[in-house]
Nanobody
Framework: QVHLVESGGGLVQTGGSLRLSCVAS????????MGWYRQVPGKERELVAR???????YHADSVKDRFTISKDNAENTVYLQMNSLKPQDTGVYYC?????????WGQGTQVTVSS
């Protein structure tokens, strides 16, 4: 079993910052990819950022230069530093870990950016 627990969401004003954390536990291979996705009602879940255990990172164009993903391999933890937040960043943010045997999701954490 694999468990992912996200934290760090909340309510913030436009231009503010938040840092999301996701801790993975259970039967995890160190060779994994972790990422952050967000979803708003009525829309599909979209990729925000993902990072491999080697540190190779991808950020969606909509968050590039504002968000930074990082990973602590020893602690199986992935972070998402979100700066200069905009109302369109509002949504439920989900953490995902990609393993050879499949993908696992966290329960999500709400991020709300007020205008």
């Amino acid at each position: 079993q694999v468990h992912l627990v996200e934290s760090g969401g909340g309510l913030v004003q436009t231009g503010g910052s938040l840092r999301l954390s996701c801790v993975a536990s259970g039967d995890i291979n160190r060779l994994n990819v972790m990422g952050w996705y967000r979803q708003v009602p009525g829309k599909e879940r979209e990729l925000v950022a993902r990072i491999s255990n080697s540190g190779a990172a991808y950020h969606a164009d909509s968050v590039k230069d504002r968000f930074t993903i990082s990973k602590d391999n020893a602690e199986n933890t992935v972070y998402l530093q979100m700066n200069s937040l905009k109302p369109q960043d509002t949504g439920v943010y989900y953490c995902k870990i990609e393993l050879a045997r499949g993908d696992y999701w966290g329960q999500g954490t709400q991020v709300t950016v007020s205008s």
